[in-house]
Each structure stands twice: as structure tokens, then as C-alpha cells.
């Protein structure tokens, strides 16, 4: 009796191992995954791109579509940090029939920035110019549903930091200096750069609503350190709106499905999987009306 009991003991021990050791392994495979995928994204930043700071100086001047058209011409430049372009993997899971379905999404470990590593600056661009910069980079705007199992899988969770709402909002000078106070709570949170983190900004998302709001922009987050948004979902503001609160988190075309490569364009229609991935089930052709906003 106590060798079967000390046999069946160490079985279940062994299967335990077997799993944790196959999770970790799935891990690695889909942070793997994710870094190649974009490797084949972004352009390559070239010696005579501007640092964050200096690129901030150049466009105090300028605000709105300017502003945005200059931030949208950096980027596809590929004036971008080293740590934003490597992705991280978040994973969302659901049931289909009695079946777990895992579907892991990769994303920007931080909200889209200019520079480079040593100085860089978090930039709010309004919808269209977010459209132009996904959709030529090859990505998508996240979900609600997204922004959620990122910011309850982020390493680093920061305490939204809101500013005094006056008619400066939308200036560069107000979000360079929410800039500042982001990298104050990220050091003193012990942050890394390429550290998956969230709570800092709220995002610019994908929703079926902007089909019956046209020429207005969706947000959403800015969570709490409970967990909870600021920040409901909201089209209040007109498309080319965006201030300091605002982030652009990109989410890679490619996501993978049980450790499966699958387009996350198709995830995002299909019937059943988009209930992973979307709180409003599925988004039609969300490549066409992600272009729509451009």
C-alpha cells in the first residue's frame, strides 16, 4: 500500500514537473516568436535620427495635425528605441466547447516613443496618424479586452499620474513633462527598459463603435493600481484629438493560437475566437477599418 501510495506520489509530481516544464517552454517559444516577428516590422533607425529631446524642441511650435505628421514621419523612419521594438507576448484565454483556447498577442512593452533608449519621449498622436503608423508598420490598435490582460500581465504596473486639465492639454510642453513624471515612476518602481508596463497612459483602441461614430476617436484604460480604468470607453473627443493621458500600443499582425501562428486580423472576425480577444465579439474587416481612419 505505501509503495503504490509513494508511486502514485511521485507520478503526479512527475506530471507537474512535465507541465511546468512545457508552459515554460511554450513561454520562451512565443517571446521568441514575438521578437522575430518584429524584427521584420520596424524600419532600422539610422545615425542622424534626432534624440527624444531634441525631437521635442523641434516640434514645441507645432501642435495637432502637424505635430502628428512630424511624429508619423519618425517613426516610419524608424526613429524608434531599441526596447520598444522588442515585443512582448500577452495571453488571453477562453473556452471553445470544453476546449482552453490560449491566444497570445504580441505587443509594445511601452507606449510608442521617439528616440532612442537613452532619451526618449512617449509621443500622443490622434486617430489618423495612430492608423498610418500601425497599419504601415504592420500592427494593430488594441482592444479594450487587450488593454485589460496587458495591464494585469504587465511587470511593471504604474499609478496613472493625471495632470491639471486646463486648455495646455493638447501642448508638447504638457506631455514632455508627463513624460518626466512617467521615468520617475518607472525608476522608482525599479523598471527596466523592455519591462512589459502599463498604468502610465491610456490607449487609443480598435472598437466596432467607430463605424457608427465616424470621424471620432476611441479610448480607453489608464488603469488604477485596483485595476480598474480611469478611463471608460469613450468616442467624446473628435479623431485628430490627443493629449498628454493619450498612448499609442501597438499589437503585432501576427498572434498566435494555442502556440500556432494565426493572423490577428482573422482572430479579430472569426465568430468564436474574437470572444478571446474582444469584449464585443467579433470586429468585421478590421484591417479596412483600421485604413478607414487614416
Not at 504601415?136 to 511587470?155: E, N, S
Amino acid at each position: 500500500m505505501i509503495h503504490r501510495t509513494v508511486t502514485g506520489c511521485l507520478a503526479v509530481l512527475l506530471a507537474a514537473f512535465v507541465a511546468a516544464q512545457s508552459d515554460a517552454a511554450g513561454a520562451v517559444r512565443e517571446q521568441v516568436a514575438c521578437n522575430l516577428n518584429l524584427a521584420k516590422t520596424f524600419p532600422k533607425r539610422n545615425g542622424r535620427s534626432e534624440s527624444g529631446s531634441s525631437f521635442v524642441k523641434a516640434i514645441r511650435p507645432v501642435t495637432g495635425t502637424r505635430r502628428d505628421e512630424l511624429v508619423t514621419r519618425e517613426v516610419l523612419d524608424g526613429n524608434i528605441p531599441g526596447f520598444i521594438r522588442a515585443l512582448t507576448p500577452v495571453t488571453l484565454s477562453g473556452k471553445l466547447g470544453s476546449e482552453t483556447i490560449d491566444v497570445t498577442i504580441c505587443v509594445t512593452p511601452d507606449y510608442l516613443s521617439v528616440g532612442d533608449d537613452r532619451d526618449f519621449v512617449r509621443v500622443p498622436v490622434g486617430l489618423p496618424a495612430a492608423a498610418r503608423i500601425a497599419s504601415g508598420l504592420g500592427f494593430f490598435l488594441p482592444t479594450t479586452k487587450m488593454v485589460d490582460a496587458i495591464y494585469l500581465q504587465a511587470a511593471v504596473k504604474l499609478a496613472p499620474q493625471p495632470m491639471p486639465p486646463t486648455s495646455q492639454m493638447q501642448s508638447t510642453d504638457y506631455f514632455w513633462a508627463h513624460n518626466r513624471t512617467v521615468d520617475d515612476g518607472r525608476a522608482r518602481a525599479a523598471g527596466a527598459l523592455g519591462d512589459l508596463t502599463a498604468g502610465q497612459k491610456k490607449d487609443i483602441v480598435l472598437t466596432n463603435r467607430l463605424r457608427s461614430k465616424p470621424g471620432r476617436v476611441a479610448i480607453y484604460g489608464w488603469h488604477r493600481q485596483n485595476g480598474r480604468p480611469i478611463q471608460p470607453l469613450s468616442t467624446v473627443h473628435d479623431a485628430g484629438y490627443a493629449d498628454y493621458s493619450h498612448g499609442l500600443r501597438l499589437v503585432s499582425s501576427t498572434a498566435f493560437v494555442n502556440g500556432q501562428p494565426r493572423s490577428l486580423g482573422d482572430i479579430l472576425q472569426d465568430p468564436q475566437l474574437s470572444q478571446i480577444v474582444s469584449s464585443e465579439g467579433p470586429i468585421p474587416e478590421p484591417n479596412a477599418l483600421l485604413r478607414s481612419f487614416r
